[in-house]
C-alpha cells in the first residue's frame, strides 16, 4: 500500500489549494479514505472522510463549507479542495486509507499547506 | 462531539519499563478506539484497532484494552524504537476524534 500525497503551498489567507492522494497497492474503489491534519507541533485532528460511494462524506465542523472531499476511482486518487483557507488551517495533511469502522490502516507521508501573508 | 483525554500527557521511562498510557472517552464509545505512534517528522503508525486487537507486524509487546470510556495502552517491556508519541483516536461516532497525544520520553 502506498499513498502519496501532493498539492501543498504556501497560500494567502483567503485562497483556495487542492491536494491530491494517489494511492496503489490496494483495492482503493473499495475503501474508506480519510484527510488527517497536524498543526505545527500540535496533535491530530481528523478532517473529512469520503465513503467508496463517492457520495457519503463526513467533515470536521472547523472545514465544513470550506473544505470539499472528492475520489476519482478511476484514478485511484483522493482530493481535498481548500477554499477560504485561514492561518489556522495551516499544517501538515496526511492522507489515510480506513480498514475498518474508522482505524486508518496506512498513511501517507503528508504535505504541508501553510496560510499566511 | 465525543472528547478524548490521554494521561499523561508525557512519560519519561527506561529502557525494560512497562508502559501504561490511559485514554478516556466522554462518552461510551464500546471497542471503537485506536492507538497510533508518531516519531518526529513521520506520519503516524497504526498499532491497535478495536481497542485490543494488534495489527499485524506490530510487535507482541504491545497491547491495548478496555471497552466504552477507559482505555489504556500497554508496552510490556519498552525498547529504544519504542520513544515516540502515542494517539488515541475514537471512531465510534462523527466528527472522529483524537487524544492530545503522550510523549514517551528518556527518563
Not at chain 2, 49 to 56: E, P, V
Amino acid at each position: 500500500v502506498q499513498l502519496l500525497e501532493s498539492g501543498g503551498d504556501l497560500v494567502q489567507p483567503g485562497g483556495s489549494l487542492r491536494l491530491s492522494c494517489a494511492a496503489s497497492g490496494f483495492m482503493f474503489s473499495s475503501y474508506v479514505m480519510a484527510w488527517v491534519r497536524q498543526a505545527p507541533g500540535k496533535g491530530l485532528e481528523w478532517v473529512s472522510n469520503i465513503g467508496p460511494d463517492i457520495v457519503t462524506t463526513h467533515y470536521a465542523a472547523s472545514v465544513k463549507g470550506r473544505f470539499t472531499i472528492s475520489r476519482d476511482n478511476s484514478r485511484n486518487t483522493l482530493f481535498l479542495q481548500m477554499d477560504s483557507l485561514r492561518v489556522e488551517d495551516t499544517a501538515v495533511y496526511y492522507c489515510a486509507k480506513i480498514w475498518g469502522r474508522g482505524d486508518l490502516d496506512y498513511w501517507g507521508q503528508g504535505t504541508l499547506v501553510t496560510v499566511s501573508s | 462531539d465525543i472528547q478524548m483525554t490521554q494521561s499523561p500527557s508525557t512519560l519519561s521511562a527506561s529502557v525494560g519499563d512497562r508502559v501504561t498510557i490511559t485514554c478516556r472517552a466522554s462518552q461510551n464509545i464500546e471497542k471503537w478506539l485506536a492507538w497510533y505512534q508518531q516519531k518526529p517528522g513521520r506520519a503516524p503508525k497504526f498499532l491497535i484497532h478495536d481497542a485490543s486487537s494488534l495489527q499485524i507486524g506490530v510487535p507482541s509487546r504491545f497491547s491495548g484494552s478496555g471497552s466504552g470510556t477507559e482505555f489504556t495502552l500497554t508496552i510490556s517491556s519498552l525498547q529504544p524504537d519504542d520513544f515516540a508519541t502515542y494517539y488515541c483516536h475514537q471512531y465510534h461516532d462523527y466528527p472522529r476524534t483524537f487524544g492530545q497525544g503522550t510523549k514517551v520520553e528518556v527518563k
